[in-house]
């Protein structure tokens, strides 16, 4: 997508070939700023603190960590130590763990001369199959709003309500949930965006709206709790999100708050779709509520960042002095509150069925 006019991805073998670089996405909004990741604890240091977020980003960038961490040290206790730290950076997100395992089996059987070079280039062939993915999730959901804009008449553009940031910023490139709205945008298909500013981190209003007015396309910030009441009022065609990780049965696990767009959604009867890469499928589980939920720091609920009137940056506490937050960082939507899973393979059901039909490989013993 694009910066100032310019196409960018959201990480990049940098210029010396020796590292990668990243967009520092905890600057967003309001400063656009990259970083070179050199190490493996350079990379996970930028899962954890969210300068890089998005399950299929989060996937690319710990790919990228593997092969630096064999760049220092291409050894059997350094491939062991690589993994482990990755792993504990964000245990919810599945494309975490999808990426690192790839890694781990390609190179656990070579010599350590020869690790280095293959797990670059795999981390780079994973990059690129992730826009390649994303691209496909776009053109698959753009079928969805150009039938909601037939259903309208096409008498006014369409309006989709999307939570949290699931856009070009979650992944290396197009997105996921946002990836349809893009596809739709450049068919000429008039699209408006309602945006939930998604608290606690806000990446709703801080990333997602970033990159549609970098885009070009028309969209709203609403606090998160106004989404029910524009679906009550008939001002939601379709509701789009990502996921982080979803159950072979189509229950989602995603940025909290997720759960309550669907049920406003589900009584108010207006669709609710999950754009999802096939690698955020978790085929070992049958049970959302499985899931393990990442309890992050409490600071990101009693405070926020922001920029004053004379544009400087800077955080400032919300809640009274004394008092505790609490900050889960996902929630699960069952299946039967989702209306379709939308794949790089096409759109299904949200349910073992659905998913087993676009993705027949997989295999029967994970029941």
Not at 51 to 66: D, K, S
Not at 261 to 287: C, E, M, Q, R, S
Not at 298 to 309: D, K, L, Q, Y
Not at 320 to 325: E, F, I, L, P, R
Request: charged share 25%.
């Amino acid at each position: 997508m694009k910066v100032n006019g310019m196409p960018m991805r959201t990480i990049w073998v940098s210029s010396d070939g020796q590292a990668v670089d990243i967009i520092d996405q905890t600057k967003l909004p309001f400063e656009f700023e990259t970083v070179r990741l050199e190490t493996v604890e350079e990379a996970a240091h930028a899962i954890f603190d969210m300068l890089v977020r998005g399950a299929p980003l989060i996937g690319a960038t710990a790919a990228y960590g593997m092969a630096l961490a064999m760049k220092s040290d291409p050894s059997d206790a350094n491939l062991d130590h690589a993994y482990k730290v990755l792993f504990e950076a964000r245990p919810t997100a599945v494309n975490l763990r999808w990426a690192i395992d790839e890694q781990k089996s390609i190179l656990a059987p070579l010599s350590p001369e020869a690790r280095f070079e293959a797990a670059w280039n795999r981390a780079r062939e994973i990059a690129d199959e992730d826009v390649a993915i994303c691209s496909a999730i776009g053109d698959h959901g753009k079928d969805l709003i150009a039938a909601a804009f037939e259903k309208a008449g096409k008498s006014r553009p369409v309006n989709v309500l999307t939570h949290c940031n699931a856009g070009w910023l979650a992944t290396v490139d197009w997105g996921t949930a946002i990836a349809p709205i893009y596809k739709a945008h450049e068919a000429g298909i008039p699209v408006h965006v309602w945006v939930d500013e998604t608290r606690p981190r806000n990446q709703g209003a801080s990333l997602t709206a970033w990159e549609l007015g970098q885009h070009g396309i028309p969209h709203t910030v609403i606090v998160d709790n106004a989404g029910g009441h524009l679906m009550q009022h008939g001002k939601v065609d379709l509701c789009i999100v990502g996921t982080d990780r979803t159950t072979r049965t189509g229950d989602v696990c995603n940025k909290i708050g997720t759960y309550l767009k669907a049920l406003a959604a589900h009584d108010n009867h207006v669709p609710f779709y999950v754009a999802l890469p096939g690698p955020t499928i978790d085929w070992t589980l049958d049970d959302g509520f499985k899931i393990p939920i990442e309890e992050r720091d409490e600071t990101e609920v009693t405070w926020m960042n922001g920029m004053t009137s004379s544009g400087e940056v800077v955080g400032v506490r919300i809640a009274a002095d004394g008092s505790k937050g609490g900050n889960p960082a996902f929630d699960v939507t069952p299946s039967r509150m989702v209306s379709k899973l939308i794949t790089e393979r096409g759109v299904c059901e949200a349910s073992e069925t659905g998913l087993r039909s676009l993705y027949p490989e997989q295999p029967e013993a994970w029941k």
